[in-house]
């Protein structure tokens, strides 16, 4: 579906418009569906890709 993204820690899918957190990582923007996500993805986001 058109604007939907997977949250690279969880992967659950949501729209990119309805993210929670956004971190951008080697000039990739990433969505998250929590804060709590973003930051798990933050601690290691090499870990995730």
Known sequence: MFG???DPVC?????????????EY?????YFCSEKCRDKFDKDPDNYR
Request: charged letters at 35%.
């Open 26 to 30: 080697q000039g990739k923007l990433y």
């Open 11 to 23: 992967k659950v899918k949501i729209k990119k418009t309805e993210a929670s957190a956004t971190s």
């Open 4 to 6: 939907m993204v997977r």
